[in-house]
């Protein structure tokens, strides 16, 4: 069975920097489309980055420059490189991702890791 960890999540002060991982297992044969998607309280989930099979990404404009997305196809693993937090990045990210495994092509979601952004 297709499962997604997310780690790195914590507090930190504004302008600080973390780094999330996401670790694929359970019989991954590929990882299309990976995403991070964020959701705060009383909000709705949103997308913050998406990495493709080839590497393409895509930020929203209100990470655009401070968020970096990347993955190591040979780990499975999907990572989120957060610069430059502001307390408005206060939320759980989630990681997602569109993977072929051993029940065939599915959408997978890992349970979230909390980032804090405050002083």
């Known amino acids: 069975q297709v499962q997604l960890v997310e780690s790195g999540g914590g507090l930190v002060q504004p302008g600080g920097s973390l780094r999330l991982s996401c670790d694929a297992s359970g019989g991954i044969r590929v990882m299309y489309f990976m995403d991070w998607f964020r959701q705060a309280p009383g909000a709705q989930r949103e997308l913050v980055a998406r990495i493709a099979a080839s590497g393409r990404t895509e930020y929203p404009d209100s990470v655009k420059g401070r968020f970096t997305i990347s993955r190591d196809n040979a780990k499975n693993t999907v990572y989120l490189q957060m610069n430059n937090l502001k307390p408005e990045d206060t939320a759980v990210y989630y990681c997602?991702?569109?993977?072929?495994?051993?029940?065939?092509?599915?959408?997978?979601w890992g349970q979230g890791t909390q980032v804090t952004v405050s002083p």
């Open positions: 997602h991702g569109d993977i072929l495994g051993p029940g065939g092509k599915n959408d997978y």
